[in-house]
Each structure stands twice: as C-alpha cells, then as structure tokens.
C-alpha cells in the first residue's frame, strides 16, 4: 500500500521541516511549501491525503487557503495551526470545514495523532463513498441480467415507477429475483440515500410481525427489555420492501393498511403516534386476485400495494435469457472460488437451455456456483452440473463440433441415461438395471467408469 501523502503548508522554515521530519518518521509521504499560492499549485498538480496550514501567515493566509482548497476538493482533509491566543480564527476554520486545529505550541505527539485521526476518518469516508456507489450500481437496472423481450419490458415498466412515490407489487414465481427488483426500483429513486428494510412475512410468526413492523416499547411483553425500532421506522424516508406479503395475517393486514393511509402508527405497548414517510414495495409468489376472493386478503389493502403491478415471467418462458446469465454466474463464482474455468462446453449449455428450472433464476445460480466448485477442468461440463438438472425425459446433445469426438459423446449420453433412470427409480441399481435391460453388474461397472460411485 502506497504511503499516504501529507502537504505542510507554513511560511516559517524550522516549523516546515520539523512537522516534516515528524511525519516522515510515522510513515507518511510529506511536501511542505512556504506559502498559500504554492500550495494551490501543487494541490492543483497532485494529489494529496492531508493538507496541514498555518493560520497566520503573508499574502494568503491559512483561512484563505482552506477556503479555495476545500472549493477545489471539498473532501480533502485539513488540520490549521493557530497561536495561543487566536483560538478564534481556528473555530473560523472549522467554520469553514477543517478537520481539526492545533494551538502553538504543541507536542509532537499531538500533531500525530491528530493527523492519523484526520487519515483514518477519510478512508472510512472513502470507503464509505465506494460501497455506496458500487451499492447502486449492483442494483441500478442494468445490473440485472436479461435481453429478452419480457425482461425488457419489466425494466421499461420498473425504470418508470423508479421515479415516483408510487407503491408496487411485484409478483413472480420464487427465485425469479423480486428482491432483486426492488432493490433496483430503490437504488434509481429520489429515495436512494435512505434506508431500503426488508420484511419477510414468511420468516416471521403472527406474534412477532407486529413488533418487526412497528416496534415496540420497553416492557411491552416478556422479553422486550428495552425499546425497540419497527422496520417502518427504520425505513422512514426509504422503502420497505414486504416479501411474501400474502402470508400476512388478516390482523395484521389491517393495522398495515391503516399505515399506508395515514402515515403514522404507535408502537407495540406505546401510546405516542409515529408519523412516516415510507415508500412500499411488496412481493408475492401467489395470485393476490385469488386470496382476496377466497378472503384470505383484503381487497382494500391489495388496491393499495398494487398502484404499480410488476410480474417478471419465469425463466422457462424466456429461455434466451439463460445463457447471458449462466455466463454472468460463471464469471462471478470464477473469480470469488479463483477456478481458472474459461468457458461452458456447447453440451453443458444445452443441458441448461433443455431444463425447465423450477426454480427460476435462483435454481441457476446455485447450479453454476456448485459446478463452478466441483469442476476439475478448464470448462464446465454436463457432468459438473446437479444430477436431475435436465429432467426426467430429457437428455442433452449436441451435434459436436468438427473434430469432436464421437465415442465421447455417447459416452456422455449413456451417463446421463443411466442417471436419470437412477433418479426415476429412487437409486435400486437393481430396477435400474432391469429398466436398461442390462445385468445389475454391468450397471455398477458403467457407475464405476463413469465415477458415480467409488
């Protein structure tokens, strides 16, 4: 790691190469200069960590410099020197967005710890900055995987709601990335700076889901031992992202609905009224349409989660999307596992575009990750994936390219044959066989060859 870099701004020589001499033994990297214009011009020209002025100082003094430093790099970091007896000027350059002053004169350990306070507070700032652009940019919509006419037409609608206040439902089977979707629908909104809080209704039991959403006073029931948050108050000026809202209790549902219509509530075991500005995003695996009519959720509460209805179709019915995204896990489990796996082989993408995935994308990106770990070669291979994954009546070719080898490819299909007629008959080897029309013994020699069993 590169040596932070310090500027040492005063016009009296002793002091410049003293603070210099002190740095420079902590480890820093310093320049000092005799004068504010100088120190514009070097801090125009280079970069630096930390920038340490004098006050009092000819022409331009140590209040002027901050000034001009702190419009050319706000974020800069800097710590003034001031005489005992002019405190004053230095509360004025806090004033003006110093870090932190120094009253001459000062021991030297002051002024280090001083300036490894002001370095450390920057690199969580720094750092601070990164994840939060790397947070957006992970869930703004181009970060979501998917070329298909279907798919383009869900970011078309998701990028338009983004903008409003407006409450969405999004619907979808399991693992086709609802939370995913909302977060993506936070992360492009006017509300991307606030909290996003998610609420999973199935995780939680009746008794608990109220005090997760609205919080609760200390005594309130056994075991609340102090004062506790709700996720609406946690979300306020954000979104609450509800998963698996139709698993709301009907009690629970009115007190939610009496929420999202006046913006207030109280905590469990509270009387005082708690007034919110949340943005709702709920999301369902099941038809909503079908528990209102079946009274298992109110009708008055589904026309006010589902202002904007957002359905992402399951992968099945957009099988173009599945190879962009196998690539996009392949490259992400490589790097995290340091796997040097380049590719796919064209018969292990065809066993991924022949699967139903059930599971939609989630189910993918587990298959890819566990093939990523168990492969042993260069590419990933039909064998690396799930034994089921192509389905009971389906087995995957394709033709091979010139060159390919013929007595591997059906090697490959006769693995494949006999795994799934293993899988269809609960693994009897015996059954197996005498589904194959083969003897139970050259069965277990085919599962040797082909290292299904030790």
């Known amino acids: 790691m590169a040596s932070e870099r310090i500027l040492i701004v005063d016009d009296e020589d002793g002091m410049r190469r003293l603070l210099g001499r002190v740095l ?41 410099l901050l000034e001009e430093l702190k419009e ?50 920057e690199r969580l700032l720094a750092e601070n900055r990164y994840l939060h652009a790397e947070l957006e940019g992970r ?28 409450n969405v439902l999004i619907t979808g089977e399991s693992g086709t990335g609802k939370e995913l979707m909302a977060r993506s629908i936070h992360y492009s909104s006017p509300r991307k700076e606030k909290p996003f809080v998610v609420l999973n209704c199935s995780a939680l039991s009746e008794s608990v889901l109220e005090s997760e959403l609205f919080g609760h006073e200390k ?36 007190k ?44 008055d509460l589904y026309y006010r989660l589902n202002v904007v209805n957002i359905n992402i179709p399951p992968l099945r019915s957009r099988r173009e999307d599945i190879e962009p995204l196998s690539r996009h ?30 599971g939609n994308v989630r189910e993918l990106q587990n298959a890819i990750e566990r093939a990523v770990v168990l492969s042993k070669g260069s590419e990933l291979t039909p064998r690396d994936f799930p034994q089921g994954l192509q389905g009971d009546d389906q087995i995957c070719l394709q033709v091979p390219e010139k060159g390919g080898s013929l007595t591997e490819i059906l090697e490959d299909l006769e693995r494949q044959l006999i795994l799934q007629t293993l ?32």
């Not at 050319?72 to 000027?89: Q, R």
């Not at 979501?144 to 903008?163: H, L, T």
């Not at 056994?222 to 509800?242: H, N, P, S, V, Y």
């Open 24 to 64: 420079t033994r902590e480890g820093y990297e310093t320049s000092t200069v005799g004068s504010g214009a100088e120190a514009l011009r070097l801090v125009a020209n280079e970069r630096f960590d930390l920038v340490v002025t004098d006050i009092k100082m000819p022409e331009m003094d140590g209040l002027q």
């Open 72 to 121: 050319f790099e706000p974020s800069l970091p800097i710590i003034v020197m001031t005489a005992y007896g002019t405190i004053e000027n230095a509360v004025q350059a806090l004033r003006f967005g110093a870090y932190d002053y120094i009253a001459k004169p000062f021991e030297t350990d002051e002024i280090k710890l001083t300036v490894a306070k002001a370095l450390e507070r």
């Open 139 to 166: 869930y703004d919509f181009s970060g979501i995987i998917g070329g298909s006419p279907a798919m383009q037409a869900v970011y078309e609608m998701a990028s338009s709601v983004a903008v409003s206040n407006a």
């Open 219 to 254: 005594g309130a029931f056994t075991g609340a031992l102090d004062m506790r948050k709700g996720r609406f108050e946690r979300a306020d000026q954000g979104t609450l992202f509800i998963d698996e809202v139709a698993e709301m209790s009907m009690a629970a549902q009115v």
């Open 256 to 299: 939610l609905l009496r929420v999202i219509q006046e913006h207030e509530f109280e905590r469990v075991g509270g009387n005082k009224t708690i007034s919110v500005n949340v943005r709702i995003v709920a999301a369902t695996n099941k038809k909503l349409e079908d528990q209102v009519k079946e009274g298992k959720f109110r009708e």
């Open 329 to 358: 896990f392949l490259e992400k489990y490589t790097a995290e596992t340091g796997k040097k796996i380049t590719d796919m082989a064209p018969r292990a993408l065809s066993c991924l575009l022949a699967h139903d995935w059930p």
């Open 423 to 454: 899988q269809r008959e609960d693994g009897s080897q015996t059954r197996a066989a005498e589904t194959l029309g083969i003897k139970r013994t050259t069965l277990r020699y085919k599962m040797e060859k082909y290292r299904m069993i030790d």
